[in-house]
């Protein structure tokens, strides 16, 4: 985001406590536009990843006259992350706010506390599109589950984006069984599965349709878009498979005696790998486009 007009704010002490912030030139009423708030990936503990990570997608997103008008912010969240045996750091040297050995639920606790700052200092409300990509796509779920962030913590959005979001971590783990760095990630994150409860709670398509998932939990919620690459080395396919039940059922859930129009999108022909996709950002961007897109066709 360097190349940006920006400001960098922090919501705690440690250094990855930040969210970095861009206001349009000629930014969308605040009553009519859009705030787009991205979570970056990098399963949970990649240092090379992080929040300005989303520069090249905003610059696609600013460039496309069909939604750059309907965008009142931009922001990108830095979260604490988990330790990673590719960037040692020894403890014993390092201050508190250096070290980087998150546990759940740090790293969301870290979103939740972003949105929070974002909604103090700019008071969007629930007029914003919340996007990630990989584990940014996991918690961008996350925070519209009761069972991991009470409804009172966070101003919930009216649309969800998740780009080769990671929605069963069990399933992943178990599909990947072949490639330790899967469970290590997920064990680093989330603990061992020793008692089965964790991995499972905090995926957003297990038991999504139960107390405090995402059915139960996002009643003001009105576009869910879910993207996946067909050149995804990293995030097998099986994980949009296991969300489509969810995301059917929240839709179905606001309509009848409830009345409200929700759509669900779902993109499966990109083409960039796992991390091409944000390092390009056009397709990341196109995905979030038809976010911002359903959400002023259904006049919200």
């Known amino acids: 985001m360097a190349d940006s007009a ?44 992080l929040a300005p990570s989303f520069k090249a997608t905003q610059d696609h997103l600013l460039s496309d006259s069909s939604v750059s008008s309907s965008i009142a912010g931009i922001a990108s969240i830095d979260y604490r992350l988990s330790a990673h045996p590719n960037h040692p750091q020894d403890a014993n040297s390092l201050k508190a706010s250096e070290y980087r050995n998150a546990k759940h639920p740090e790293h969301i606790h870290d979103v939740r506390d972003g949105l929070a700052l974002l909604q103090t200092k700019y008071g969007f409300g629930e007029r914003y599109v ?4 990989s584990c940014g796509g996991t918690m961008a779920f996350q925070v519209v589950m009761n069972r991991v962030l009470g409804a009172g913590e966070v101003v919930r959005p009216l649309a969800v984006v998740s780009v080769a979001g990671v929605t069963n971590l069990a399933g992943l783990v178990q599909e990947k069984a072949h490639i330790g760095a899967y469970r290590e990630f997920v064990t680093g994150a989330f603990g061992d599965e020793a008692d089965g409860k964790v991995w499972g709670a905090v995926s957003p398509a297990v038991d999504g349709e139960g107390a405090g998932g995402v059915v139960d939990s996002w009643k003001n919620g009105r576009v869910v878009v879910m993207g996946f690459s067909v050149n995804d080395e990293a995030l097998p396919g099986s994980q949009l498979g296991f969300m489509k039940g969810t995301v059917d059922a929240w839709v179905a859930a606001g309509g009848g005696d409830a009345g409200v129009e929700r759509r669900v999108r779902i993109v499966e022909d990109m083409v960039e790998t796992h991390d091409g996709m944000w390092i390009n950002g056009k397709e990341v961007a196109g995905v979030i486009a038809i976010g911002i897109r359903e959400l002023k066709d259904m006049h919200v």
């Open 6 to 49: 920006y400001e960098k704010y922090s919501y705690g002490e440690h250094y990855l406590q930040n969210v970095y912030v861009h206001i349009p030139p000629s930014p969308a009423p605040a009553n009519t536009g859009y705030w787009i708030v991205y979570i970056h990936g990098g399963a949970w503990r990649d240092p090379d990843i």
């Open 130 to 133: 919340l996007a990630g990509h």
